[in-house]
């Protein structure tokens, strides 16, 4: 069973909210994002085709910004990635003669999110515009570098004020998202028509 199937499976069990596939987390991308204004839920996928070289990494990355985290596997995976896994991810399985995804263990609140990983899933300049709000004078001239300092050494910012921002400006871009995954998506047609409509010519030639 592959990527695309596994999701399939997933989609419909996000409800409320949006979900975002493939969005940049540290120095990963998580494969799929269920973003409501109470919480975030990052679930990483693998498929038969899959390794698990990279779960280290990616567990790390999603430790420090999601309120949940979930692996979505197949059954071939379920003994080797386990011992991985601190007991607060969560563990979904795809088995290959169901249609739906198995719990083999609910996710549990994550405790280990920070500030400055969590302000960097938004452009710097959003950030810069949640500060000022907060009263930060000068954090409009702050460079990225800077501003991610600020959220690490920081006690007057509120990690959950944070949370919300993240999680508003997130479901707000959206729509953004979409539009753009569609232009992508008619510019690629466009082009294999482009393509199509030469290498007949070359034909007729």
Request: proline fraction near 4%; charge should be positive.
């Amino acid at each position: 069973m592959n990527d695309p199937e596994i999701r399939a499976r997933l989609y419909p069990l996000l409800l409320g909210g949006v979900y975002i596939d493939e969005l940049p987390t540290g120095a990963t991308r998580a494969d799929v994002v269920h973003i409501t204004e109470a919480f975030m839920h990052g679930y990483e996928v693998k498929g038969d085709g899959d390794t698990l070289q990279r779960v280290e990494n990616q567990l790390r990355c999603y430790a420090e910004v999601y309120d949940f985290v979930t692996f979505v596997v197949t059954e071939k995976h379920v003994a080797k990635l386990l011992p991985r896994l601190p007991a607060w991810v969560g563990v979904l399985v795809a088995e290959a003669d169901g249609l739906g995804l198995r719990q083999h263990r609910p996710a549990g609140y994550n405790a280990t999110v920070q500030r400055a990983p969590l302000a960097a899933l938004l452009w710097v300049e959003e950030v810069k515009q949640f500060l000022l709000a907060r009263g930060l004078a000068g954090a409009s001239t702050l460079r990225q570098r800077e501003v991610a300092q600020f959220l690490r050494t920081t006690q007057t910012i509120p990690l959950s004020s944070l949370a919300q921002y993240v999680r508003e400006r997130l479901m707000a871009r959206l729509p953004e998202r979409l539009l753009l995954r569609e232009e992508r998506r008619a510019e690629r047609e466009r082009l294999a028509g482009l393509r199509q409509r030469r290498a007949a010519r070359a034909k007729r030639r």
